[in-house]
């Protein structure tokens, strides 16, 4: 048996395998890539070369350039705009997101745009009562659709450029993509908003991200935070002046000191570090009479308004945060007398409340119990250190990583995050250096700017998708080393003869059947030169027939395993390999409909 019959063998293996869905994707990749070692088609460099290969860093560093807009608040800020003009409209936020990640592929490409938007769009369905799955995969989609908008929107686009020039002297413009990409995305929206109810299963991933856009109000609420915090403004000549929070001493009862809000700054943010001014306002919490008390100790004027609009950002800000601790059953901590202001050894985070049996604890002193809740504020490293610390006493209610970026301001590290997003996006449509040199020096800088640290690029890379992405490569590879894609291409060629449709027809198909399983850039590699050929011997103007190519391998959607924008939804949707096909079968459709009409118009045959 030749080679080529071995390798679609294996191909087919690989298909019936991924749609049985009784095996890990990885494993049948990974398995795939050893079955080609075994029959001799592959050598063992061959075998493992796919996780050399640049596509595998592009998509692992733009995972981390995600993480730094993550945990800056940039992705949730995003959210909040998108999810402020959506309102509760579930078909207003399908259109809004598919438009709005189509834009973005076309700037970053789809998988930096897919995992830029992922998290957000994960948040605003959970947000609107909508299952995932209804969402994220025409978020892939959609990101296929909008990488046809513009020159750089993909490799392939450049890469029919490059053959268009080299035949006829002149390749595709820029902008020229724009003829088809247009109504691309505007053929995916629209199956999205009518099909998707009935194409899209109702599923849900293992675990959701929660919704903790509103947090802050939620725990005040709860604790009954909302009518006792009041401010003491620091007089002129006042003791206390120069001092830092901690050393502020809160006397006898259950008063709590906060910290402290600058007087000459108004973005309301709680410090607890900075030494005390004329003019600042340190932040209690307790009855009048606890706060007159203090007030008199450390010679500090209380202020006749409770605090207001600004008990959020004194609560919760970029410094500083909540986070709600259950004691567990068998924690060292049982029996442990604790009193709301108590402070830690360290004396960077407080004791707020205590919560047992649904009701606050009596304002006293508390012994600890098993079950009980604390609800602690300090600095957010502070707080997940604790967590750490205490893991086998304390469980962590909700992530403090989490809350503060769900609901801090994008700050300056945030601003740093856009700033290296923009760069990147810079290098990219320049062509300055290869996509996956500027996705890298973006992940580098991210790390180096300190917008994440070094555990947190590690964490924010979806590894499985990385797995994946190179453990098909070699698959690719046998594909093309063994002739087998080039015998079936040239067989749909030779089945189309002399008629230009069903030439256009020919490519379209085994483009995309060969872009489902195999990377869709080698794909183009494949068919690209066939279809030069085939357009001379037929007659026709190489520009419509590698157009259709290019539109033909942006239509990967049939399979999680097309592309990386597709695996990274598989998790996040709850989806099974045959969800795929369902709902990408008529977008490909769609696909072909503008590839025999449009293209033909703008780049007459």
């Known amino acids: 048996m030749s080679d080529s019959s071995l390798v679609l063998l294996v191909l087919a293996a690989v298909i019936v395998l991924f749609s049985l869905n009784r095996l890990p994707v990885e494993a049948v990749a990974l398995g795939s890539a050893l079955a080609l070692l075994g029959i001799g088609v592959l050598t063992p460099a061959q075998v493992f070369s796919g996780f050399g290969d640049p596509v595998v860093g592009f998509v692992a560093a733009l995972f981390v350039v995600s993480a730094g807009l993550e945990v800056t608040g940039v992705t949730a800020r995003a959210g909040q705009i998108l999810a402020a003009r959506t309102g509760k409209s579930r078909w207003r936020l399908v259109a809004l997101t598919l438009v709005s990640v189509a834009a973005l592929s076309a700037l970053i490409t789809m998988n930096g745009a897919v995992a830029a938007l992922l998290p957000v769009v994960v948040m605003l369905a959970v947000r609107v009562g909508m299952p995932p799955s209804k969402l994220v995969m025409p978020l892939a989609f959609a990101a296929h659709a909008g990488s046809m908008l513009v020159l750089t929107g993909t490799p392939i686009n450049v890469l029919v450029s490059d053959a268009a020039k080299e035949v006829t002297g002149r390749g595709f413009g820029f902008f020229s993509f724009l003829w088809v990409g247009v109504p691309l995305v505007a053929g995916t929206v629209a199956a999205a908003v009518f099909l998707g109810d009935r194409l899209l299963p109702s599923r849900s991933p293992a675990a959701l991200p929660p919704d903790l856009s509103n947090h802050t109000l939620t725990l005040v609420a709860h604790y009954g935070l909302g009518d006792n915090l009041g401010g003491l403004a620091v007089p002129p000549g006042a003791p206390c002046v120069g001092s830092t929070y901690p050393s502020l001493e809160s006397g006898d009862g259950g008063l709590v000191v906060l910290g402290a809000l600058r007087g000459d ?90 919560h047992r049996d649904g009701q606050n604890a009596d304002p006293g002193t508390v012994t600890l119990r098993a079950g009980d809740t604390l609800l602690l504020h300090g600095s957010w490293p502070a707080l997940s250190g604790t967590a750490s610390v205490y893991s086998d006493d304390l469980l962590l209610v909700d992530s403090p990583a989490a809350v503060r970026r769900q609901n801090t301001p994008v700050g300056p590290a945030g601003r740093r995050a856009l700033a290296v997003m923009t760069a990147m996006v810079v290098l990219l449509a320049s062509g300055l250096v290869s996509p996956a040199v500027a996705a890298l020096i973006a992940a580098v800088a991210m790390i180096l700017l300190k917008v994440v640290s070094v555990h947190e690029a590690y964490g924010g890379v979806s590894w499985p998708t990385v797995v994946m992405v190179g453990a098909m490569f070699p698959l690719s590879t046998a594909i093309m080393k063994s002739g087998a894609a080039d015998s079936v291409a040239r067989l749909i060629v030779d089945l189309a003869g002399s008629s230009q449709y069903a030439l256009l027809t020919g490519l379209f198909l085994v483009t995309v059947v060969l872009g489902q399983f195999v990377s869709n850039t080698a794909t183009a590699l494949i068919v690209i030169p066939i279809a030069t050929v085939a357009a001379r011997d037929v007659g026709v103007s190489v520009l419509p027939v590698l157009m259709v190519v290019a539109v033909a391998a942006a239509a990967a959607m049939l399979t999680p395993v097309a592309t990386a924008a597709n695996l990274m939804v598989y998790e996040p949707g709850g989806y099974r390999f045959g969800d795929y096909w369902r709902f990408g079968l008529p977008v490909v459709l769609w696909f072909l409909v503008v590839a025999l009409t449009v293209v033909p118009r703008v780049w007459p045959l």
């Open 265 to 354: 700054s108004d973005d309301h943010e709680l410090r607890r570090t900075d030494e005390l001014a004329p003019g600042d306002q340190v932040v209690v919490r307790g009855t009048p009479e606890e706060l007159n008390a203090f007030a008199e100790l450390h010679g500090l004027v209380p202020l006749r308004a409770r605090l207001g609009e600004q008990r959020a950002g004194a609560l919760v800000n970029r410094e500083v945060g909540l986070a709600e601790v259950l004691i567990s059953p068998r924690s060292s901590l049982v029996g442990a007398r604790v009193f709301p202001g108590l402070l830690t050894e360290a004396r960077d985070i407080v004791v707020l409340a205590v």
